[in-house]
Nanobody, 116 residues
């Protein structure tokens, strides 16, 4: 599985961005996909996750609930992260990840910078 993330950029506080993660390869085997982020000097953390195989259930970090929405377009093999009401604390490199059984596949990061 190969993942291509895009959509990062510079935005003012209160603004919005949408990240995309396009999957290719053995996509039929993907169980779930998620977005993670890593701010300077901090550990990588889960932002949001969505199941792919069934149901499309989602889970969010408490810090982004009500502001971020993860969604999928199975026809395009793409997962999105709509980020609204962005805060400076959301500044980080955002990574998408796909889980295939016990294995994890990571995309390259995309930088999100939120100015105050």
């Amino acid at each position: 599985v190969q993942l291509q993330a895009s959509g990062g950029g510079l935005v003012q506080a209160g603004g919005s961005l949408r990240l995309s993660c396009a999957a290719s390869g053995s996509i039929f085997s993907i169980n779930n996909m998620g977005w993670y982020r890593q701010a300077p000097g901090k550990q990588r953390e889960l932002v949001a996750i969505i199941t792919i195989t069934s149901g499309g259930s989602t889970n969010y970090a408490d810090s982004v609930k009500g502001r971020f929405t993860i969604s999928r377009d199975n026809a395009k093999n793409t997962v999105y992260l709509q980020m609204n009401s962005l805060k400076p604390d959301d500044t980080a490199v955002y990574y998408c990840k796909a889980r295939v059984g016990p294995y994890e596949h990571w995309g390259q990061g995309t930088l999100v910078t939120v100015s105050s």
